[in-house]
DNA sequence: GAACTTCGTAAACACCGTTCACTGAGATCC
DNA sequence: GGATCTCAGTGAACGGTGTTTACGAAGTTC
């Protein structure tokens, strides 16, 4: 059945049972119990085999935020499919809702993809990644392209978008168009006003913010139920974008 | 001069040693090289004697985030000092430049303090510590406090205040009027509506996700410059509180 | 000066990441 | 089919870690 060799087949075997294990140690006990010996221990092999097939054990935490950004991205996607295609609100609320609700059931997780120095996890190879985590990225980039693409009305921009951002908003907007355009329907580039762009970038702040606030409990004061807090917040975001429902 | 024994203030002085090195050695190479063994080799002493100081390496970690609050606390009173003590904006202005500033100059001092989970870090018992940190919090409180009761007009809000806040709201209320009266004129509460106090902690998530999205290289595309759209934002959430300047 | 408290030590234990020489089984070639 | 090569996994070792324990040597108190 399958063409590979035997060898190769144990070898992919191994190598996903060494993630699984490492994932469910850095869920239950944090990243700091995520050692080579556990994960070896686990597996019922020794420590030093695992470099058969990570470099060392920095290399393994990067290929997990790999996994844990495609399984993010996985749940994401399962959310969207029951949203009507053409209800692009619903989509955005399904995504951030996603979004909030995977980071407070996965706080290790989240910490260790989004709040984590550069250099604490390695050098991330700034070139290829223009996302945060290639699958979530995908998702985020074309939720926000669809959203703004389909915006009701030409929305007065509130803000002057600031002059020195343009350059990078305008390359940002082709990342977007492009993300929307593989994905099915092509989208006219002048529908897309810059302002736009730069709002979007702004939501994933207050996206990002309420999220992690939440995760790491550093909000101002105790908050009984943040959910009504979050879902005013993406309320008004929507509004501001000139969707009203 | 001292009227503390000999041993006393020994003891102060080695315990200030302490937390100096450990703090060296989260500034320049991370959490994890926080080690009780390096901090004893620096210091001259072996590593089993930290525990005359502290409980655990947990526990040196725990009052290593006091001690961060506090110097950061400092930073920003300073940047205060020079600001005119009736131009709330350049107040505002003053502590989230400062606020930024310090985040990406002390990165792993940001994560410890302001990413970091509470099981990875101990409990940091939820009754006491009403704010992010004692003294940082203090100075955030104080001036959010100046600024929603100096606030020009009688803001129509935004957004309506989700009911199910309002007990919450209503607490953070009472403790953003006790900063401000404790550190001078009082506050007629009639001045200080929900929806300035519902904004004021948009505004910290707002505020919290860029520089924590900065620090940590999590938006979405790649930015020259940040700082003007961080400046940008501050305006936009100072002219929706009704200061135009 | 005796009794007591406290700081620091050395030794030990159980972990950790990582390197290295080596074995044994799968894959390949003749 | 047998020789050869490749490579996953091993055991031992090195230097590092947090933490506990018994003990000595000061400072403090009476």
């Known amino acids: ?25 850095l869920v239950s006990h944090g990243r700091d119990a995520v050692t080579l ?27 997990l935020v790999d996994d844990i950004c495609t399984d993010l991205a996985v749940e994401l996607d399962t959310d969207l ?18 979004f ?26 700034p070139d290829q990644r223009a996302q945060v985590g290639d699958q979530f990225g995908r998702i985020f980039l074309q939720v926000a392209g669809r959203l703004i693409a389909s915006h009701p ?3 007065p921009p ?10 990078d908003l305008e390359s940002f907007r082709a990342v977007l168009l492009d993300t929307v355009a593989a994905q099915g329907e092509p989208v006219d580039p002048e529908v897309l ?12 702040v207050r996206l990002y913010g309420h999220v992690a606030l939440e ?15 979050f879902d005013s917040m993406l309320a008004q975001i929507l509004a501001e974008m000139g969707f009203t429902d």
Do not use: K
């Open 81 to 98: 499919a029951v949203i009507p295609a053409d209800d692009i609100t619903a989509q955005v609320y399904a995504v951030c809702h996603g």
């Open 37 to 63: 010996r556990a994960i070896a221990r686990e597996l019922g092999i020794t420590a030093p085999a695992l470099y058969r097939y990570y470099d060392s054990r920095e290399d393994l935490l990067r290929r």
């Open 158 to 167: 509130h803000t002057d978008v600031p002059e020195s951002l343009h350059a």
């Open 215 to 229: 995760v790491f409990g550093r909000f101002p004061f105790a908050i009984g139920n943040p959910e009504p807090m």
């Open 100 to 125: 909030r609700r995977w980071a407070l059931a996965h706080p290790q997780e989240f910490a260790l993809v989004f709040a984590s120095t550069e250099d604490t996890l390695g050098i991330c190879r």
């Open 153 to 155: 009305a030409p929305t």
């Open 193 to 204: 006003p810059l302002s736009a762009v730069y709002h979007i970038t702004q939501s994933w």
């Open 1 to 25: 059945m399958t063409e590979a060799t035997r060898r190769e087949r144990l070898r992919a075997e191994t190598e996903r049972d060494i993630r699984r294990q490492a994932r469910a140690l």
